[in-house]
């Protein structure tokens, strides 16, 4: 049987694990609009996907007028939370997917996103993943850094005690591919076509080795990847 190539796998959560930006931005969007910013849901989308909202500040003030508080960031955190609540589900396949890889590599897998902690926690929590992470969880929101760079792959990867180049990492973003690519690990792409997720091409462009549309297919793709000697 050919070993599993990767010491560990790396994995983004929203838009990877959960189908959280719709719901997220939809909140984002209505508040916006609050302080006279009128977008669209999709067009909060391809503004904000892969990006911390409190890293928008200055993009928000010129729309707006209104400079971002911690209040204001609170309020916003609270509401998003009450409608990831109620509304969040699963990427389809990701929970089987996460399962299988986490047996292969004996739990050597984590989730390192730019959300806050809680989020990710109550996006876990929510889609029943939470066991497969639980100590191995990291947030760009605790780094010097939010990703683009590559702080909180560079974290996670010390953490497991593993080199990053030979981890795998898995992101629908190009922001988040850029942090992978930084951080010297192999990144695979996730893309749907959806405007929740970055175009394939992007993501190559961005430095993923494949990417792929169906979180069923993950386990093999990794599994079949040859890993070049560092």
């Known amino acids: ?41 999709e067009e909060s989308m391809s503004t904000f996907t892969g990006k911390a909202v409190k890293d928008e500040a200055a993009l928000i003030e010129s729309k707006t007028g209104f400079a971002i508080t911690p209040e204001w960031l609170k309020t916003f955190r609270a509401r998003r939370n009450e409608a990831l609540e109620r509304d969040l ?54 780094m010097p850094r939010s990703k683009p760079h590559p702080d909180v792959y560079l974290a996670a990867a010390e953490a497991l005690g593993v080199d990053p180049r030979r981890c795998a990492i898995v992101e629908d973003t190009v922001t988040g591919a850029m942090a992978g690519v930084a951080a010297g690990a192999t990144v695979f792409g996730y893309s749907t076509g959806d405007s929740g997720h970055s175009g ?31």
């Open 89 to 142: 589900v699963a990427i389809p396949h990701a929970p089987a997917a996460i399962r299988e890889i986490h047996a292969k590599l004996k739990g050597r897998i984590a989730c390192a996103s730019g959300a806050d902690r809680h989020k990710v926690e109550l996006q876990l929590a929510k889609i029943g993943l939470l066991d497969c992470f639980q100590g191995r969880i990291f947030s760009g929101h605790e």
């Open 1 to 41: 049987m050919t070993p599993f190539p990767f010491a560990a796998v790396l994995f983004d959560c929203d838009g990877v694990l959960v189908d959280s930006e719709p719901i997220t931005n939809r909140v984002l969007a209505e508040m916006l609009g609050e302080l006279g910013w009128h977008i669209t849901t």
């Open 200 to 230: 394939p091409g992007p993501l190559l462009a961005a430095g993923a080795v494949q990417v792929f549309s169906d979180m069923a297919e993950l386990p093999a793709l990794l599994s079949g990847y040859r890993l070049q000697a560092a």
